[in-house]
Structures are given as structure tokens and as C-alpha cells.
């Protein structure tokens, strides 16, 4: 089992900052490759970024290319989400996921492919 608590979120002007971090516990960290995903209001649940165990390797999601950059600290067992350039689109509950990997630069975009999930945490921009 993998524990994965979300924190960071909160109220942020268009054009801000945060820092979302996950904090994981359980099985071995750098086994795992992990992902951020967010569900707004009446929407479904959609991939953000992910990164391999090694953490050389990052995928993003189009509409946030250049603007996110998700990163890795496996001896704090952390990963981050730093969000620049927030716009109100960007405004859903934000969840942290991991997924088993064999070798170091896997990762994937795919939601159903993840194994453990946190309990999200609300970022919310306004205009």
C-alpha cells in the first residue's frame, strides 16, 4: 500500500502561484512513478503531469505545458506541482496518484493505469 496525502491548495488571483505537494508513505517511493490529476465541477477527472521514479522523465498535459512543472524528492518521499500563471480554467480539486513502474524513466498519463490515489486538495482561481 501507498499512502499519498495532497497539501498547497488554496484561494489565488489569476496570474498567481502555488506549490502543491504530495507526501507519501507505505511502499517504496522510488518504485513508483507519479501523477497529478484535477476534476472540476461536472467534469471528469483528467491527467496534469506525471513523472518517472527517476525523475529525469515529465509528461504534461497540453493546457498546461510551460506553465506547471511537476518534480520529485525521493528522499522526502515528496512530489510537487508548482503552478505559475494560474488562470481560472485551472480552478478544480487536485489529486496526487502514483503507479507502479519497472524501470526508471516510465510514467504514465493514463488515469485508470494508476494504483493509489490522495484525497485531493482545492485550488481555486479567481478573475
Known amino acids: 500500500q501507498v499512502q499519498l496525502v495532497e497539501s498547497g491548495g488554496g484561494l489565488v488571483q489569476a496570474g498567481g502561484s502555488l506549490r502543491l505537494s504530495c507526501a507519501a508513505s507505505g511502499r517504496t517511493f522510488s518504485n513508483y512513478a507519479m501523477g497529478w490529476f484535477r476534476q472540476a465541477p461536472g467534469k471528469e477527472r483528467e491527467f496534469v503531469a506525471t513523472?518517472?521514479?527517476?525523475?529525469?522523465?515529465?509528461y504534461y498535459a497540453d493546457s498546461v505545458k510551460g506553465r506547471f512543472t511537476i518534480s520529485r524528492d525521493n528522499a522526502k518521499n515528496t512530489v510537487y506541482l508548482q503552478m505559475n500563471s494560474l488562470k481560472p480554467e485551472d480552478t478544480a480539486l487536485y489529486y496526487c496518484?502514483?503507479?507502479?513502474?519497472?524501470?526508471?524513466?516510465?510514467?504514465?498519463?493514463?488515469?485508470?493505469?494508476?494504483?493509489?490515489w490522495g484525497q485531493g486538495t482545492q485550488v481555486t482561481v479567481s478573475s
Open positions: 513523472i518517472s521514479w527517476s525523475g529525469l522523465r515529465t
Open positions: 496518484a502514483a503507479v507502479r513502474t519497472y524501470y526508471s524513466g516510465g510514467y504514465s498519463y493514463t488515469r485508470d493505469e494508476y494504483d493509489y
